[in-house]
């Protein structure tokens, strides 16, 4: 990939003007006509001070949250005006999320957590949907809690198995709110590798917000938000 | 493969809930129970009434009315004039029914017909002792009164041969007998209403299990009754008629109606009292068991509501991860139908149970009914029916909180 310009490599997600307000308690803005692109296999960071709009913006492109103006794009096409089934089928194939508080089906072990999206996109057996959670949870050193319930693994824990659940389906694009929010250094670290893994060599793209300046600085760019504007686009590094 | 993970997924929620689950379940399982052994029970009721009225009374009875309602002869000749008539009195004429003989046997040759039986009933004083007691004397042809009403098997004490035997013999109702005090072999004098008089001897004693009818009839032959009113051998005051199936009882009597002019009633009409008393059986039954899988209903509703704002957090991140409205709305659903299923059939063994139990309880009714126990009826389609309305209330009842679960805003949730 590094071989290719940064300005000729495809676009696989697009936001023009994308504008959303709050109306409860009061009326306002948080996100003022927010327009970018993302490359595919780009580590794209989002950083900003609390408040200024970092989650709602990714929630968005999650397509979760569709009452927000303007236009949403993957890979060329429309993902603004589907319906919510549509989505959710969109979802399940093409999106891996890390949510900013862990969260996993308390009911269930740690292996069914990252099986069922894969049990739900159906694309391979349940027998290899199996094998390839072990893996996941393996990349994130999860893999001896595998049947343990979710609801008895420390909250770096069910983060890590949420990781191992957002990479299951090999997403087109995974995004995450302060993945590494709950972890150590080591753990963070480790997380780091694997997303700069799969982009560098799997072509899959990243987007995260962050507070974690080494997270960020080791991406391949950082969008810089404040008080619901892109204040800074950041600038494609050069990537060994 | 779709519903395999729904139905997983539905599986967990219920055995981490397992008390909730049982609560949920006890609900369509009382609701289920009750209604099976309320329809057994009335159900039972309506049969045993039936049978035990069908059983003694004839499927159509044809006989003359002797009313004042005729038109008068002033009517007759000024139809269109003003005619006031005060106190008709019923003319003087006889109840006979003219070649009752032949008539019988006509009828007796038509297919859909068991037997007819040609009787002479008349009322009577039983004297014994200072007090003439009042009863009717129905005077028949044994052989074909067995035919109809299995006499032989109604028998308390004698014979029904006996009385062919014996043309002075009497069988009396079993309550008539006690209360004049009677055994087979004594003698009993009567007086009828025209004031002939005649010393019978009971020969036998029945009871049909119905206390209009063993407190007050005695069986003679036909010959002892015309010859108690002095009347001759072709003298028939009623013929009573049995059908191979008592439903063609209606249609018959009406075609009888038409050929014959004389009064003729079917068993529906004569038993109008117990039919009356069905239909409201029924309205009570159905009352009672809409309102148990009604409340039921409400049960599971609330449990639902309640396992769906508990799951709100799962029914976010499921949607999160690509699980659609349809996928959250089988999770649920698939809870409430296996609760209704089980429920419903926890309820049928229950319901079952409690029926037999029902069935075997001692139960006096005096000598108005001759039962002993409860009477219930044991019918598959009754716990067909409650399997199916258990189903059909969980189903009611999980669909509302399910489509609420579909549209949750997994935004709103995930945001904390
Ligand atoms: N559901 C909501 N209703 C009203 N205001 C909200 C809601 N959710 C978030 N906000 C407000 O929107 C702004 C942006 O929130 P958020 O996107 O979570 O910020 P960040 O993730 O950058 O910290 C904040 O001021 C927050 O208070
Ligand atoms: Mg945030």
Same mark, same amino acid.
């Given at each position: 990939?590094?071989?290719?310009?940064? +300005?000729? #490599?495809?676009?696989?997600?697009?936001?023009?003007?994308?504008?959303?307000?709050?109306?409860?308690?009061?009326?306002?803005?948080?996100?003022?006509?927010?327009?970018?692109?993302?490359?595919?296999?780009?580590?794209?960071?989002?950083?900003?001070?609390?408040?200024?709009?970092?989650?709602?913006?990714?929630?968005?492109?999650?397509?979760?949250?569709?009452?927000?103006?303007?236009?949403?794009?993957?890979?060329?096409?429309?993902?603004?005006?589907?319906?919510?089934?549509?989505?959710?089928?969109?979802?399940?194939?093409?999106?891996?999320?890390?949510?900013?508080?862990?969260?996993?089906?308390?009911?269930?072990?740690?292996?069914?957590?990252?099986?069922?999206?894969?049990?739900?996109?159906?694309?391979?057996?349940?027998?290899?949907?199996?094998?390839? !959670?072990?893996?996941?949870?393996?990349?994130?050193?999860?893999?001896?809690?595998?049947?343990?319930?979710?609801?008895?693994?420390?909250?770096?824990?069910?983060?890590?198995?949420?990781? !191992? #659940?957002?990479?299951?389906?090999?997403?087109?694009?995974?995004?995450?709110?302060?993945?590494?929010?709950?972890?150590?250094? !080591?753990?963070?670290?480790?997380?780091? +590798?694997?997303?700069?893994?799969?982009?560098?060599?799997?072509?899959?793209?990243?987007?995260?917000?962050?507070?974690?300046?080494?997270?960020?600085?080791?991406?391949?760019?950082?969008?810089?938000?404040?008080?619901?504007?892109?204040?800074?686009?950041?600038?494609?590094?050069?990537?060994? | 493969?779709?519903?395999?993970?729904?139905?997983?997924?539905?599986?967990?929620?219920?055995?981490?809930?397992?008390?909730?689950?049982?609560?949920?379940?006890?609900?369509?399982?009382?609701?289920?129970?009750?209604?099976?052994?309320?329809?057994?029970?009335?159900?039972?009721?309506?049969?045993?009434?039936?049978?035990?009225?069908?059983?003694?009374?004839?499927?159509?009875?044809?006989?003359?009315?002797?009313?004042?309602?005729?038109?008068?002869?002033?009517?007759?000749?000024? &139809?269109?004039?003003?005619?006031?008539?005060?106190?008709?009195?019923?003319?003087?004429?006889?109840?006979?029914?003219?070649?009752?003989?032949?008539?019988?046997?006509?009828?007796?040759?038509?297919?859909?017909?068991?037997?007819?039986?040609?009787?002479?009933?008349?009322?009577?004083?039983?004297?014994?002792?200072?007090? &003439?007691?009042?009863?009717?004397?129905?005077?028949?042809?044994?052989?074909?009164?067995?035919? @109809?009403?299995? @006499?032989?098997?109604?028998?308390?004490?004698?014979?029904?041969?006996?009385?062919?035997?014996?043309?002075?013999?009497?069988?009396?109702?079993?309550?008539?007998?006690?209360?004049?005090?009677?055994?087979?072999?004594?003698?009993?004098?009567?007086?009828?209403?025209?004031?002939?008089?005649?010393?019978?001897?009971?020969?036998?004693?029945?009871?049909?299990?119905?206390?209009?009818?063993?407190?007050?009839?005695?069986?003679?032959?036909?010959?002892?009754?015309?010859?108690?009113?002095?009347?001759?051998?072709?003298?028939?005051?009623?013929?009573?008629?049995?059908?191979?199936?008592?439903?063609?009882?209606?249609? *018959?009597?009406?075609?009888?109606?038409?050929?014959?002019?004389?009064?003729?009633?079917?068993?529906?009409?004569?038993?109008?009292?117990?039919?009356?008393?069905?239909?409201?059986?029924?309205?009570?039954?159905?009352?009672?068991?809409?309102?148990?899988?009604?409340?039921?209903?409400?049960?599971?509703?609330?449990?639902?509501?309640?396992?769906?704002?508990?799951?709100?957090?799962?029914?976010?991140? @499921?949607?999160?991860?690509?699980?659609?409205?349809?996928?959250?709305?089988?999770?649920?659903?698939?809870?409430?139908?296996?609760?209704?299923?089980?429920?419903?059939?926890?309820?049928?063994?229950?319901? *079952?149970? @409690?029926?037999?139990?029902?069935?075997?309880?001692?139960?006096?009714?005096?000598?108005?009914?001759?039962?002993?126990?409860?009477?219930?009826?044991?019918?598959?389609?009754?716990?067909?029916?409650?399997?199916?309305?258990?189903?059909?209330?969980?189903?009611?009842?999980?669909?509302?909180?399910?489509?609420?679960?579909?549209?949750?805003?997994?935004?709103?949730?995930?945001?904390?």
């Amino acid at each position: 990939m590094k071989n290719i310009p940064y +300005s000729e #490599r495809a676009t696989i997600l697009k936001a023009t003007n994308v504008n959303k307000f709050f109306l409860d308690p009061v009326k306002f803005q948080v996100l003022k006509d927010i327009s970018f692109e993302v490359k595919k296999g780009e580590f794209l960071s989002i950083v900003g001070k609390s408040g200024c709009g970092k989650s709602t913006l990714l929630y968005i492109l999650s397509t979760m949250d569709t009452a927000y103006d303007g236009l949403l794009e993957m890979n060329g096409k429309s993902l603004t005006g589907l319906t919510q089934n549509q989505l959710a089928a969109f979802r399940n194939e093409h999106l891996g999320f890390v949510f900013q508080f862990h969260f996993l089906l308390p009911e269930f072990t740690a292996l069914q957590n990252v099986m069922l999206p894969g049990l739900k996109l159906g694309k391979f057996s349940s027998k290899e949907i199996e094998e390839r !959670a072990y893996q996941k949870l393996k990349l994130v050193d999860m893999h001896e809690h595998a049947l343990k319930p979710s609801s008895k693994l420390s909250g770096g824990q069910q983060q890590r198995v949420a990781i !191992a #659940r957002a990479l299951i389906n090999d997403p087109t694009i995974v995004m995450g709110d302060e993945p590494t929010g709950n972890l150590d250094k !080591a753990n963070s670290d480790m997380v780091y +590798s694997i997303f700069r893994d799969i982009s560098h060599n799997n072509g899959q793209t990243i987007i995260t917000v962050t507070h974690d300046p080494d997270f960020a600085e080791g991406g391949d760019r950082i969008i810089e938000m404040s008080d619901g504007h892109i204040i800074s686009h950041g600038h494609e590094k050069t990537v060994q | 493969m779709k519903l395999k993970i729904a139905f997983d997924i539905a599986k967990t929620h219920l055995l981490t809930k397992k008390k909730q689950t049982l609560v949920a379940m006890m609900g369509v399982t009382f609701g289920i129970a009750m209604f099976i052994v309320m329809i057994s029970f009335m159900q039972g009721v309506n049969q045993f009434l039936e049978d035990s009225a069908l059983d003694a009374s004839p499927h159509v009875r044809i006989y003359k009315q002797i009313t004042s309602d005729r038109p008068s002869l002033i009517q007759q000749q000024n &139809p269109d004039g003003f005619n006031v008539i005060y106190h008709q009195k019923p003319r003087q004429e006889l109840a006979k029914i003219k070649n009752g003989l032949v008539i019988a046997r006509h009828i007796e040759q038509q297919p859909e017909v068991l037997g007819v039986s040609p009787q002479v009933s008349t009322q009577v004083f039983f004297n014994t002792g200072s007090v &003439p007691i009042p009863a009717t004397l129905a005077g028949v042809d044994v052989q074909r009164e067995e035919k @109809l009403y299995r @006499l032989s098997q109604r028998m308390k004490a004698g014979k029904i041969e006996d009385l062919m035997a014996n043309a002075n013999g009497v069988i009396l109702g079993r309550l008539l007998a006690r209360k004049l005090n009677l055994g087979v072999g004594d003698k009993v004098n009567v007086t009828s209403s025209t004031g002939g008089t005649s010393l019978l001897r009971v020969v036998g004693i029945f009871s049909f299990g119905i206390q209009t009818v063993d407190d007050a009839r005695g069986y003679v032959n036909t010959p002892k009754v015309q010859e108690l009113i002095q009347k001759d051998a072709n003298y028939i005051t009623d013929l009573h008629i049995k059908m191979k199936d008592p439903l063609k009882a209606i249609a *018959f009597g009406k075609e009888l109606a038409r050929q014959y002019d004389y009064r003729v009633e079917d068993w529906a009409m004569a038993n109008a009292a117990i039919l009356a008393g069905e239909q409201i059986r029924n309205v009570m039954t159905f009352v009672v068991s809409f309102t148990l899988l009604v409340v039921a209903g409400f049960g599971i509703y609330n449990i639902m509501n309640m396992n769906v704002m508990n799951k709100i957090k799962d029914i976010a991140i @499921l949607k999160a991860t690509g699980f659609d409205g349809q996928d959250v709305v089988a999770v649920f659903m698939i809870q409430s139908v296996i609760i209704g299923l089980m429920g419903a059939l926890l309820g049928v063994i229950i319901g *079952f149970s @409690l029926s037999y139990l029902l069935s075997i309880t001692p139960f006096a009714a005096g000598d108005f009914l001759s039962i002993d126990t409860f009477p219930v009826k044991f019918d598959p389609k009754f716990y067909l029916l409650g399997v199916i309305f258990g189903v059909i209330t969980t189903l009611l009842a999980g669909y509302f909180p399910s489509r609420k679960a579909a549209k949750i805003d997994p935004v709103a949730i995930l945001r904390g």
